[in-house]
């Protein structure tokens, strides 16, 4: 999940995904739910039909769609969803997506995000680079496998330091405030997702191929001490969960350039308010240009400070105007411990399972609040396998909106990937789990409001990055099951 849900056309392969409620007083039964049309012929969705023999009431389900964004046009669009339930008439749900268009002059050494409104150009990106022996599997490296040792991450994370902003709005307007992107997120959401992007095209790349992924997205950063350190794991079968581990670890090192710019106003939106132009004036360009220092390393769900500077500019028909700040901004996407139940021995071929709860603030994340999901690791070779995680009441969740997200892996499925490997299941599975939150602001709340909500950040992670080498491994294990 991106956040706030932008789908970007430089990744080519996206999924859809959707949270579908039932809001009666009793169960549905025969549910089934298909996704109709999407509003772009550029967006290409592979049809499926989901079906559920019963969904209880007030439950949550999640359900996605695969589809090809190549062609897509940056701007909204709309999907329409049909639901149907016995004894009910099939209902349609049309909702928003947002799509942006991320692309790399190598030229300039600019990303340049395009959305309806305007364009974001990102240069100048200073970033504290990954240490040596996250790469090379260093001996203080990937101990969390039990085996020492570590197979190279293709690419680790770079955590973002600073960078220029130059928004070019689309028209130029008049008055104090132009259109935020999409109506809804600030300018700095695009600046995450051209980190994330950038970084994920190149992990999408060396899993399968330059087919998958836009090569005019990539670059160099301005490379600044200290170094990150973190673990280098093997993925399953042809190596995606390897990437997935990649792709986790980025975006929550990118989620710092969301800290660094505030949840509440970003640096452009303060920035107008600050510089109000004169009568007759029209904007024509706006620059923001921030640096900060993290005095710890940027990990998922902690309130993690950054130590910022951003200078304003607001170019107009007739003159420039600055406004500069500096401040300290924490991070806000913060959780408490992840509590995790798995059984300690599993017979072959029972399913391995694992239910999880994620603390907020004086009690859990449940039902649609959270996305989360597992990585189940094989005991011999470290083969990784993904499982969604939910609290809907069905499969292994044993109670819908009762805090305890719950998932379990086909053991004979998974088998047939392994034995391909060389590997059986019998040993010690290691459990790792993961959640991001959601932006759950409903439709039609005023931009200015619906912009200091945004969802798609790691609150739980099972990955922690640190700038000290001589901590413990940084990716840990929350469970282990025995098969025999």
């Avoid at 798995?342 to 994620?358: D, I, M």
Wanted: hydrophobic share 40%; charged share 15%.
């Amino acid at each position: 999940m991106l956040p706030d849900g932008i789908f970007d056309n430089a990744i080519y392969n996206l999924r859809i995904a959707a949270h579908f409620t039932n809001m009666s007083s009793g169960p549905l039964t025969n549910v089934t739910v298909y996704l109709e049309s999407v509003g772009d012929p550029g967006i290409v969705p592979v049809a499926q039909t989901f079906t559920f023999a019963t969904i209880p009431a007030g439950a949550s389900v999640i359900v996605g769609w695969n589809a090809n964004f190549q062609n897509a046009t940056p701007g909204k669009r709309l999907v329409s969803f049909i639901a149907k339930a016995d004894g009910f008439d099939a209902r349609r749900s049309i909702q928003q997506i947002f799509v942006s268009q991320t692309r790399y002059s190598p030229i300039t050494n600019t990303y340049t995000c395009t959305v309806e409104e305007g364009a974001l150009t990102v240069s100048k990106i200073s970033a504290i680079s990954p240490a040596a022996n996250w790469s090379n599997g260093g001996s203080d490296c990937c101990k969390c496998g039990g085996r020492g040792g570590g197979s190279p991450m293709p690419f680790p994370p770079y955590i973002p330091t600073g960078a220029t902003m130059v928004w070019t709005p689309n028209p130029a307007y008049s008055g104090v405030h132009g259109d935020l992107p999409f109506s809804d997120p600030w300018w700095k959401i695009l600046a995450i997702i051209v980190a994330i992007v950038a970084a994920i095209v190149a992990i999408v790349a060396a899993a399968v191929g330059a087919g998958q992924a836009n090569f005019s997205v990539g670059g160099t950063f301005d490379e600044t001490q200290p170094s990150v350190h973190c673990c280098t794991l093997k993925g399953a079968g042809s190596g995606k969960p390897a990437f997935t581990v990649a792709g986790v670890a980025s975006a929550i090192a990118s989620g710092a350039i969301a800290v660094a710019c505030s949840d509440t106003a970003d640096p452009f939106f303060r920035g107008q308010a600050a510089t109000p132009p004169a009568p007759g004036e029209m904007t024509v360009g706006e620059q923001v240009v921030v640096n900060w220092e993290l005095p710890e390393a940027p990990n998922a769900g902690v309130p993690y400070p950054a130590d910022v500077k951003w200078t304003y500019t607001r170019f107009t028909t007739s003159q420039t105007y600055s406004f500069s700040v500096t401040e300290t901004q924490t991070n806000v996407h913060v959780a408490g411990d992840v509590e995790v139940d798995t059984p300690s021995v599993v017979h072959a071929f029972e399913p391995l399972w694992v239910k999880a709860k994620f603390q907020k603030g004086g009690g859990y994340f449940s039902g649609a609040e959270l996305y989360a999901f597992a990585l189940f690791q094989a005991p011999l070779n470290g083969l990784y396998f993904v499982v969604n995680l939910s609290d809907d009441g069905l499969g292994f969740d044993t109670a819908a909106n009762d805090g305890i997200f719950s998932g379990g892996l086909n053991l004979e499925l998974a088998r047939r990937l392994l034995l391909e490997d060389g590997e059986d299941v019998y040993g010690v599975w290691r459990v790792f789990v993961f959640g991001q939150d959601v932006n759950l602001t409903k439709p039609g709340t005023p931009p200015e409001i619906a912009a200091q909500h945004i969802g798609g950040f790691f609150v739980a992670s099972a990955i922690t990055l640190t700038f000290d080498p001589s901590l413990p491994c940084p990716m840990k294990a929350q469970a282990s099951i025995t098969v025999v």
